[in-house]
């Protein structure tokens, strides 16, 4: 597992999902839930919210 790459999936969805927040803020739920349960950014994510 590609940890660097891995910070770069999260931070894309990060910075994606701030521009969206003034207009949809659930935007990043959304966007979390449709990433394969398995793939790296999905973890991540989890990990950071938990």
Request: hydrophobic share 30%; net charge negative; glycine share 0%.
């Amino acid at each position: 597992m590609d940890t660097k790459q891995n910070d770069v999936i999260w931070l894309s969805i990060e910075e994606s999902s701030q521009k969206d927040k003034q207009y949809n803020p659930s935007n990043r739920e959304v966007k979390l839930s449709n990433l394969p349960p398995n793939s790296c950014a999905y973890v991540s994510a989890l990990d950071f919210l938990a």
